[in-house]
Nanobody, 123 residues
Framework: QVQLVESGGGLVQTGGSLRLSCAGS????????MGWFRQAPGKEREFVAA????????YYADSMKGRFTISRDNAKNTGYLQIDSLKPEDTAVYYC????????????????WGKGTLVTVSS
């Protein structure tokens, strides 16, 4: 099993940047794929990006390409989501997720979840 804890959210102005972190517990974190999702108020949780266990392959939702960058540092048991040129519509709770194999877009494919970190973008 792996436990995930997100951090790095906060209040930021339009056009700013944030780097979210996802700390994974356990020595096996490097063997898990990792995904980022977000959920805005009143909306469904949506896929943002995913990364393979090695970091060699990354996947993005079409609407997220260009401003979002997913990465990981297995030596630190930590994954990251860099968000640039933030917009008010990026306001949401951002969640990281992990799985032994899955790197797809469905939330139901990931077995492990963090509790989320809130990103608020002011206009």
């Amino acid at each position: 099993q792996v436990q995930l804890v997100e951090s790095g959210g906060g209040l930021v102005q339009t056009g700013g940047s944030l780097r979210l972190s996802c700390a994974g517990s356990g020595r096996t974190f490097s063997s898990y794929t990792m995904g980022w999702f977000r959920q805005a108020p009143g909306k469904e949780r949506e896929f943002v990006a995913a990364i393979s266990w090695s970091g060699g392959s990354t996947y993005y939702a079409d609407s997220m390409k260009g401003r979002f960058t997913i990465s990981r540092d297995n030596a630190k048991n930590t994954g990251y989501l860099q968000i640039d040129s933030l917009k008010p519509e990026d306001t949401a709770v951002y969640y990281c997720a992990a799985d032994k194999e899955y790197t797809g877009t469905s939330r139901y494919g990931y077995d492990y979840w963090g509790k989320g970190t809130l990103v608020t973008v002011s206009s």
